[in-house]
C-alpha cells in the first residue's frame, strides 16, 4: 500500500506528457532565441517557478499558494510592470523627493529597487504576488515567499517571457 501511494505522489508532481512537451517546446524555443534572455517556468505539477536563461537554471523558488481562476494547461504570458505600496510620488515634482519612491528610512535616506511586497503584473492578466500580501479574488496568480519575490523582480524586464504549466483538475 506505501509503495502504491509513494508511485501515485511521483506520477502526480510530473505533468502528463503531451502537455510537458508544449512546454518544453516553447522553452526550447525561447532558449536557442537567446541564451543571455531570462524567462520564467512556472510548474504547477511540481510547485516550482523557475528563473531561466538559455535552458540554464538559475534561480527556483518554491510556489506557495495558487488561484483557481489559473487557465488550463500550459500558457504563455509577458511580464509588463511591477506594482508595488512604494509608488513615485507626482506631487513633489522639483522637490528633494520628488519622483521618488516612498517611504523613506528613519535616516531620510531612499529604499529604492524591488521590496518583498511588489506585485508582478503579466499581460494577458496574471500577478506573481508575496506571500506577505492579501490574494487578489479574481486576478489569476501565484504567490511565493517575499524573498524569492524580490529576487524574481530584480531579475526580470517588461517584456520578460513566462510559462504556466497549470493543474488540469484544479
Known amino acids: 500500500m506505501a509503495l502504491f501511494l509513494l508511485l501515485s505522489a511521483l506520477v502526480s508532481a510530473t505533468p502528463p506528457p503531451g502537455v510537458e512537451q508544449k512546454a518544453l517546446r516553447q522553452e526550447l524555443q525561447w532558449a536557442k532565441a537567446s541564451e543571455e534572455r531570462y524567462y520564467l517556468v512556472l510548474d504547477l505539477y511540481r510547485g516550482n517557478l523557475d528563473l531561466k536563461a538559455g535552458g540554464r537554471l538559475l534561480m527556483r523558488a518554491r510556489i506557495q499558494d495558487y488561484s483557481e481562476t489559473l487557465p488550463a494547461e500550459v500558457s504563455v504570458f509577458t511580464f509588463t510592470e511591477s506594482w508595488s505600496p512604494n509608488v513615485p510620488t507626482e ?3 522639483g522637490h528633494r ?4 519612491r516612498l517611504p523613506l528610512d528613519f535616516v531620510g535616506r531612499l529604499i529604492e529597487g524591488p521590496t518583498t511586497h511588489d506585485r508582478l503584473l503579466f499581460a ?3 500577478l506573481i504576488a508575496s ?3 492579501p490574494r487578489p479574488r479574481q486576478t489569476p ?3 511565493v515567499s517575499g524573498k524569492d519575490l524580490k529576487s524574481i523582480s530584480a531579475a526580470i524586464e517588461a517584456g520578460t517571457q513566462a510559462i504556466l504549466i497549470a493543474l488540469d483538475e484544479r
Open 91 to 93: 506631487s513633489h515634482r
Open 97 to 100: 523627493l520628488g519622483n521618488r
Open 124 to 126: 494577458p492578466p496574471f
Open 131 to 133: 506571500d506577505h500580501l
Open 141 to 143: 496568480h501565484v504567490t
